[in-house]
Nanobody, 114 residues
């Protein structure tokens, strides 16, 4: 059974940084493309960043040059470094497989506000 546990969210001022972490169990991040998603109130869940088996990364235009996705094969985790945060980044953030939507974790709330 695949389990996804996100952490690292919080409240920051615009321009601040946060690092999200997702502990993955049941599959190996080394052999699966992984991604971070987010859902803001009233919006659908959207793909924010992804990383392939070869380490290639992709980002939604709104976070390019600000967010960085990475994996740690020894800890089996997926991380999202978020810099220069904006109020529009406020959302609940989730990690999951890029193409196989396993049961969603509880997510981690990110709030960007002055």
């Amino acid at each position: 059974q695949v389990q996804l546990v996100e952490s690292g969210g919080g409240t920051v001022q615009p321009g601040g940084s946060l690092r999200l972490s997702c502990v993955v169990s049941g599959i190996s991040v080394r052999f699966n493309p992984m991604a971070w998603y987010r859902q803001a109130p009233g919006n659908e869940r959207e793909l924010v960043a992804s990383i392939t088996l070869s380490g290639d990364t992709n980002y939604v235009d709104s976070v390019k040059e600000r967010f960085t996705i990475s994996t740690d094969n020894t800890k089996n985790t997926v991380s999202l470094q978020m810099n220069s945060l904006k109020p529009e980044d406020t959302a609940v953030y989730y990690c999951n497989h890029l193409t196989i939507y396993y049961r969603w974790g509880q997510g981690t709330q990110v709030t960007v506000s002055s």
